[in-house]
């Protein structure tokens, strides 16, 4: 079971700044790439108990055989063995190799010179002459070249004595996980240079004094310590700085700080000064085990100038699982989430931070429980609203509590039987609550039950499944109704007919083999009138009109509105599919609704629907090859003769890291004199440059031996055609440069904000050593669709994958 989470701050970072971040570049990197901190926008991954190691363990070491093979051996029994040409020893995962070898049995001691080659689980080191004691692997190795099998890692070394078989110390080293090129000049993109290099397999982590970091050609003052991973695992430590500048908070100091407490809990500790505003303070605790896991964050600013008062937020999530289980149920289970922060104002001065998705924040304890075909919850739901003047909502509202209970049984002497009951108490702070009837809708209790029966009829080519419902629901108001009733009671049925056939053939459409589906279908649903006019609307929203609510026998989502339906709906949908391997390469449908009667039961200053013909709902899914593929929903009005409602997406990707999006929405307004309409295009991408001007020579492949010395164009513009307008944007280029990747993104977003956020991230990442900038891996992953991170994180390779 793995614990998910992303690193998600910090200010951009500015090009004249590089240079600075260069010196702090104090790497300690968490889990994901070798590259990926635990402040980069990169998946952390919990593990409940640490990993077993693939080396061997010393105490078995000893144990092992040792096999000598070689051109001429000499010697004596029991006490030296002498190997010339082609020698080798191979004792457990460790194996030498050299021009001549000499192994002395009393004390364990290999001597090795001329081309000298040494493989202990999978990290290889080569040179002139090597001693070692192979049982504890003590010993040293003179003008050294190594390479970490984990990272790529490599360099030479003077010399490296090798304290046991897990720690060395290399004297005089260069390390870069640049692809050696083996030719006269050849210089790593990047380079790290120290007076010595401690590596410890055990610990996965490396250590480097007096070091320099060369990039470019441009080198840092020398850094009295630089430590970095020797694999995927996390490690505590300084994690890279980041530096900004803005317009509101000034000059901007992040240093973050991570703390791998142990393999199920971490922490991480991120202050921020900001120049014009005071000093933020945040961390975050992380947590899993057997039964539960969890997440706390919590920032807090002691002093902000900007609104003169203190300023905090706190996020918490905790998730339990309860074993042994008590009163024999099948399962037990409960979380817990609170989300606050300090202000209504927070939301927009602190932008980088869990409350930016939402002004309205869920604090929810739920207890989850099931017991054959019984299952339920209890609950209490509120909400902290984060309200503007220019920009007020409504929020939903607050459960306190709510208790259900459903039961499910299937195929009962051939009945399908479910049940279920609700009780829950609505509260919402009167100032924002909805009107009803000219007056705020009251606070109150609503209890219900619905019980539901059908009898399926099914064949391989037919099916028929008549249900019935009744639906019961009681009210009991804080206050009185506007027709002075404090409790209301409502009863009603529910009758429905689902019917279909299925036809099948075998076909050819360009040249192609499909099987042919040909699916009619009609739906009937009937259910009697009643006047619920006067009833709140605490849950209850009209559903939206598509493929997957045109089939269902209520109009609204929620208990507080029951439609008065008698209509049919009509539809027929036809599907192509590779009969060799179950794919289906496309699916076209249509849908309407007959109705024979009006519907009355609407939500409040909605007017009734009298319209004895709906929208004609027509769709298509084309999926002809892995490559492409184009989706499209069209609603289209046949008394005003025109769409009123369209999508279109298409999407093309030919390989790895060629993505091309394109999507057009049009939304018809409400009335002829409403602005509710939209209009809008939607592109997003992630190409090869190169490839656009013919250069395709290059294999753009998921590894970083693959599509190296590339730039890439990723980015997303949605654009509002009705407004002539850019609504959203996200422009940027990426360089793989095989050992490091860089970054440049703009973005410019006003999805759920009054004003457009703009900003620049500027990122480096040296591929196996560390990061600096700020991350735009969160915004580029959730903005466009298809992204694939360049060098992203795989499977540790095993010591086997270089085995000798």
């Known amino acids: 079971m793995t614990l998910n989470a992303r690193r998600r701050y910090g200010p951009p970072l500015p090009l004249a700044a590089l240079a600075l971040a260069l010196l702090h570049a104090h790497a300690a990197l968490a889990q994901g790439t070798p590259a990926d901190s635990a402040w980069i926008d990169a998946p952390l991954t919990l593990q409940r108990t640490p990993q077993i190691p693939e080396t061997i363990a010393q105490t078995e070491r000893g144990e092992r055989p040792s096999f000598v093979e070689g051109d001429r051996l000499s010697g004596r029994p029991n006490l030296e063995t002498v190997v010339e040409g082609n020698a080798s020893l191979r004792r457990g995962d460790t194996a030498i190799r050299a021009d001549r070898l000499e192994y002395?049995?009393?004390?364990?001691t290999a001597k090795a010179t001329g081309n000298v080659h040494v493989n202990q689980a999978g990290n290889t080191y080569d040179g002139p002459e090597l001693q070692l004691k192979v049982e504890t692997f003590e010993g040293f190795f003179n003008n050294v070249r190594y390479k970490f099998l984990e990272t790529g890692g490599h360099g030479d070394a003077d010399r490296i004595d090798f304290v046991d078989s897990n720690v060395s110390v290399a004297r005089n080293v260069t390390y870069t996980t640049c692809r050696r090129e083996d030719y006269p000049g050849w210089m790593p993109a990047w380079l790290l240079t120290s007076a010595t290099l401690t590596t410890d397999t055990e610990e996965n982590v490396g250590v480097a004094t007096d070091a320099r970091l060369?990039?470019?050609?441009?080198?840092t003052p020398a850094l009295p310590s630089v430590s970095f991973p020797l694999s995927n695992d996390r490690k505590s430590g300084l994690l890279p700085p980041v530096f900004g500048i803005d317009s509101v908070n000034g000059i901007e100091l992040l240093q973050p700080y991570y703390w791998n407490i142990a393999p199920n809990r971490d922490a991480t500790f991120y202050p921020t000064l900001m120049s014009k505003r005071g000093v933020n303070l945040g961390?975050?605790?992380?947590?899993?085990?057997?039964?539960?896991?969890?997440?706390v964050r919590l920032d807090y600013m002691p002093s902000d100038t900007l609104r003169d008062r203190e300023r905090w937020g706190f996020w918490s999530q905790h998730n339990q699982a309860f074993d042994p289980k008590p009163f024999g149920l099948d399962s037990l289970s409960g979380s817990l989430t609170i989300n606050r922060v300090s202000d209504n104002d927070y939301w927009r001065d602190f932008s980088r931070t869990p409350s930016l998705t939402s002004r309205l924040l869920a604090n929810e304890g739920a207890l989850n429980w099931s017991k054959g075909d019984w299952s339920g919850q209890a609950r209490a739901l509120s909400y902290q609203t984060l309200q503007y003047s220019l920009s007020p909502i409504t929020p939903p509202y607050d459960r306190m509590p709510q208790l259900t209970a459903n039961y499910n049984k299937y195929d009962w002497n051939?009945?399908?039987?479910?049940?279920?009951?609700?009780?829950?108490?609505?509260?919402?702070?009167?100032?924002?609550?909805p009107t009803l009837n000219g007056q705020p809708q009251p606070n109150g209790e609503r209890m219900l039950g619905i019980l539901q029966i059908s009898r399926p009829f099914l064949t391989p080519g037919t099916f028929v499944i008549p249900k019935v419902q009744l639906h019961t629901s009681a009210y009991q108001f804080d206050t009185a109704l506007a027709n002075g009733a404090t409790s209301a009671t409502r009863v009603l049925p529910t009758f429905s007919l689902d019917s279909g056939l299925v036809f099948e053939r075998d076909t050819n459409f360009f040249g192609r083999a499909f099987r042919q589906t040909l699916e009619p279908r009609a739906y009937y649903t009937y259910t009697p009138y009643r006047d619920q006019s006067q009833l709140p609307v605490y849950d209850t929203a009209a559903n939206d009109f598509n493929f997957a609510t045109i089939y269902t026998d209520n109009a609204f989502s929620g208990n507080d509105r029951i439609a008065d339906n008698n209509l049919l709906?009509?539809?027929v949908s036809t599907r192509l599919i590779d009969p060799d391997s179950g794919v289906e390469a496309a699916r076209f449908g249509v849908a309407q609704r007959l109705r024979f009667s009006d519907q009355r039961v609407t939500l409040p200053?909605?007017?009734?629907?009298?319209?004895?013909?709906?929208?004609?709902l027509l769709g298509g899914q084309i999926n002809w090859s892995p490559k492409w593929s184009v989706d499209s929903t069209v609603q289209y009005n046949p008394d005003e003769r025109k769409s009123t409602r369209n999508v279109i997406t298409a999407r093309y990707k030919p390989a790895d890291y060629h993505t091309l999006g394109v999507g057009y929405r049009y939304q018809a307004p409400t009335t002829p004199t409403s602005t509710d309409g939209s209009k809008s295009l939607d592109l997003s991408w992630q190409w090869p440059l190169g490839d656009l001007w013919g250069d395709a020579s290059k294999d753009a492949g998921p590894r970083r031996d693959?599509?190296?010395?590339?730039w890439y164009a990723v980015g997303r513009l949605n654009y509002s055609l009705q407004d002539r307008a850019l609504t959203d944007g996200v422009v940027g280029v990426e360089y793989d440069g095989c050992c490091y990747v860089g970054r440049i993104v703009l973005e410019r977003l006003t999805t759920g904000q009054v004003s457009a956020n703009t900003r620049i991230m500027f990122q480096i990442e040296f591929v196996g050593f560390a990061s600096v900038g700020s991350s735009p891996m969160r915004s580029l992953s959730q903005n466009v669709e298809g992204y694939q991170p360049l060098h992203q994180p795989g499977q540790g390779p095993s010591r086997f994958t270089n085995y000798d």
Not at 104 to 108: H, I, T
Not at 605 to 614: A, G, H, I, K
Request: glycine residues 10%.
């Open 104 to 108: 002395y049995q009393p004390d364990d």
């Open 605 to 616: 200053n909605v007017p009734t629907v009298t319209d004895r013909l709906s929208d004609v």
């Open 283 to 295: 961390s975050e605790f992380r947590y899993l085990e057997n039964t539960y896991n969890g997440q």
């Open 214 to 219: 060369s990039f470019m050609g441009i080198t």
């Open 414 to 433: 051939g009945l399908d039987v479910s049940g279920a009951l609700d009780y829950t108490r609505f509260h919402a702070d009167s100032a924002y609550a």
């Open 706 to 710: 693959k599509g190296t010395g590339r």
């Open 569 to 571: 709906t009509v539809g």
